[in-house]
T-cell receptor
Framework: DTGVSQNPRHKITKRGQNVTFRCDPI?????LYWYRQTLGQGPEFLTY????????KSRLLSDRFSAERPKGSFSTLEIQRTEQGDSAMYLC??????????????FGEGSWLTVV | KNQVEQSPQSLIILEGKNCTLQ??????????LRWYKQDTGRGPVSLTI?????NTKSNGRYTATLDADTKQSSLHITASQLSDSASYIC????????????FGGGTRLMVKP
């Protein structure tokens, strides 16, 4: 396993279109996170899964955003009716579940979204 | 107000020189503090993780320190290389389920030849 995989790496879309990003976490990592990052800023939390259960969502995750992890493995993040303000890099991360401290959280390379 | 503040925002140094990046945090209850390196357009890569009982942690030329009393951490880079040019992000974990991570805004380091 080579790490957290995200695709597509880059997506350019017209305003109003829907886009979907996929994240394949490291095998057997129960926790999966989605973050959004804009240029010059640190990542901002969007949502978090423990296996297939979506346990927390940020207020940044408006009703146009939906994330799923149907079988507790890969996850998808869909953005409906995209707006220019959605342009950002969407980062996925995964980690083991055993305890709350000390586990390395591994990030994917991110999916860049540009809304024109 | 961000609960994890990093300074400086950006830094330019000459190859071979040392530098120190700072991180102050207010999040609680504190669990651990992580430093990540993020190359432009890439995902963050973990450098160090420290719990409240650890004062220092090294990873090659990177040495992180933590003072849990003053809620301050630093990342020292020794004998900088051109490949050290990146953003360095301080991330503090809290003792709760779910979203544990609070990210700083990062320090953008440029190493010049």
């Amino acid at each position: 396993d080579t790490g957290v995989s995200q695709n597509p790496r880059h997506k350019i879309t017209k305003r109003g279109q829907n886009v979907t990003f996929r994240c394949d976490p490291i095998s057997e990592h129960n926790r999966l996170y989605w973050y959004r990052q804009t240029l010059g800023q640190g990542p901002e939390f969007l949502t978090y899964f423990q296996n297939e259960a979506q346990l927390e969502k940020s207020r940044l995750l408006s009703d146009r955003f939906s994330a799923e992890r149907p079988k507790g493995s890969f996850s998808t993040l869909e953005i409906q009716r995209t707006e220019q303000g959605d342009s950002a890099m969407y980062l996925c991360a995964s980690s083991p579940t055993t305890d709350f401290s000390g586990n390395t959280i591994y990030f994917g390379e991110g999916s860049w979204l540009t809304v024109v | 107000k961000n609960q994890v503040e990093q300074s400086p925002q950006s830094l330019i140094i000459l190859e071979g020189k040392n530098c120190t990046l700072q991180c102050n945090y207010t999040v609680s209850p504190f669990s651990n503090l992580r430093w990540y390196k993020q190359d432009t357009g890439r995902g963050p890569v973990s450098l160090t993780i420290m719990t409240f009982s650890e004062n220092t942690k090294s990873n090659g030329r990177y040495t992180a320190t933590l003072d849990a009393d003053t809620k301050q951490s630093s990342l020292h880079i020794t004998a900088s290389q051109l490949s050290d040019s990146a953003s360095y992000i301080c991330v503090v974990s809290v003792l709760r389920a779910g979203n544990m991570l609070t990210f700083g805004g990062g320090t953008r380091l440029m190493v010049k030849p």
